[in-house]
């Protein structure tokens, strides 16, 4: 009852923004990590590539999130939060929804064509990618965890592609990677601890899954994560001070960790990227020293 109150209140206009999932477009920020890492963030054509970039991606999400929540809608309408969503609420139709999905797919593929070739091709592999994860590889245990993970890697080598760079450091793929493996991990464990007691009605995935288990893998990741982006500081190209950021790399994955674990929200990481003060401080201050190590100190 709740939920049609919620639906009837909220405009179409409204429901296919909320549809293409704009608090999630912040993932899109690793684009940005090749600029970063060769020093190019402040050459404003580099930038302004980077940008562009950024959005295609932000919008190519989009359209795959609208196909997962088309394909998803009975299962997202059993689950206690994503039943909120506009089209498993019914709040947009399958109809509506194709067609915003169709107008994303050729906007943001005509853009990329006029912008780059190479990085059209990069966007097409993740949208490809991500059609075989919606119909395959997100019903598979462990397989699916990865599978998010290599969606953040798409991410950076599109950003290394969008500014033409010729070398990207194994490094950044390397931590992207190990990361991007916890994030999914944690949200899992947070989609168990969500639907309770043992109905795993929502993503049938999870039924492979325990929360013992998931909790070891997150140790496992976020000391393997730490471990790597030490070993990439240690022998970093850029500059020896780069050691300085770490501290600010392993209070990040603790202090997430923490509320993953003591507030249920692994199920939502793009919430405590946004409204969580420490971590949003811990990650200005990781880029403050990045750009004056890199920029300045070298």
Request: hydrophobic fraction near 50%; aromatic fraction near 12%.
């Amino acid at each position: 009852m709740s939920n049609s109150v919620s639906v009837e209140k909220q405009s179409l206009p409204k429901s296919l923004f909320k549809l293409m999932r704009p608090k999630q477009w912040i993932k899109n920020g690793f684009v940005f990590a090749p600029l970063l890492f060769v020093g190019g963030l402040f050459d404003i054509k580099l930038f302004t590539l980077a940008f562009c970039g950024a959005v295609l991606f932000s919008l190519a999400a989009s359209a795959v999130y609208i196909l997962n929540d088309i394909v998803d809608r009975e299962k997202d309408s059993k689950h206690p939060i994503k039943c909120k969503r506009p089209i498993a609420s019914g709040a947009v139709s399958i109809h509506t929804a194709l067609i915003l999905l169709l107008a994303l797919v050729i906007s943001v593929f005509a853009a990329s064509i006029y912008l780059d070739i190479s990085f059209t091709a990069v966007l097409a592999a993740y949208f490809c990618f991500n059609i075989l994860y919606s119909y395959v590889l997100k019903h598979i245990a462990i397989v699916d965890v990865i599978s998010v993970a290599t969606m953040y890697v798409f991410r950076v080598v599109a950003g290394a592609v969008i500014i033409h760079c010729s070398t990207i450091s194994p490094w950044i793929i390397v931590c992207t990677f190990f990361i991007s493996v916890l994030i999914a991990v944690q949200k899992r464990k947070g989609e168990i601890a969500s639907m309770g007691n043992g109905n795993v009605e929502g993503r049938s995935v999870l039924k492979n899954y325990t929360e013992p288990m998931l909790r070891d893998m997150s140790v496992t990741l976020g000391a393997v994560t730490i471990t790597a982006y030490c070993l990439y500081t240690f022998q970093s190209e850029t500059s020896p001070y780069m050691i300085l950021t770490i501290p600010f790399v392993i209070f990040g994955l603790l202090r997430y960790q923490m509320l993953t674990d003591s507030g249920n929200k692994g199920e939502t990481p793009e919430e405590i990227a946004i409204h969580d003060k420490p971590m949003i401080i811990d990650l200005g201050l990781w880029i403050l020293f990045c750009i004056v190590i890199i920029y300045i100190i070298r």
